[in-house]
């Protein structure tokens, strides 16, 4: 069994900064891309940034110049560092990974996904 656990999320100003981790855990051979989502109020989820194993990452046009993927592969955790944050960056922020488990003596790669943590951003 894989979880994705976050952390990290809070109440911060506009202008601030926050970090979010999220750590996965369980019986995992390795992870390849793990990715940020979020949910602003009554909106659709959307993809905020993603990071291959090898580091190659991907980023929203509303968050680049101001959000920082990375990632620890010896602890199967991602991180996002969000700085100069704006009031429209509320929302309740995912992780997803593509996790490689071993079942039946075979590798399948399976997509998990984390709770959420709640980021507010007031004026």
């Known amino acids: 069994q894989v979880q994705l656990v976050e952390s990290g999320g809070g109440l911060v100003q506009a202008g601030g900064s926050l970090r979010v981790s999220c750590a996965a855990s369980?019986?995992?051979?390795?992870?390849?891309?793990m990715t940020w989502y979020r949910q602003p109020p009554g909106k659709e989820r959307e993809l905020v940034a993603s990071?291959?194993?090898?580091?190659?990452?991907n980023y929203a046009d509303s968050v680049k110049g101001r959000f920082t993927i990375s990632r620890d592969n010896d602890k199967n955790t991602v991180y996002l560092q969000m700085n100069n944050l704006k009031l429209e960056d509320t929302a309740v922020y995912y992780c997803?990974?593509?996790?490689?488990?071993?079942?039946?003596?075979?590798?399948?790669?399976?997509?998990?996904w984390g709770q959420g943590t709640q980021v507010t951003v007031s004026s």
């Open positions: 997803q990974a593509e996790v490689r488990v071993i079942q039946a003596d075979q590798i399948h790669e399976l997509d998990y």
């Open positions: 369980g019986t995992i051979f390795s992870i390849n891309t």
């Open positions: 990071i291959s194993r090898s580091g190659d990452t």
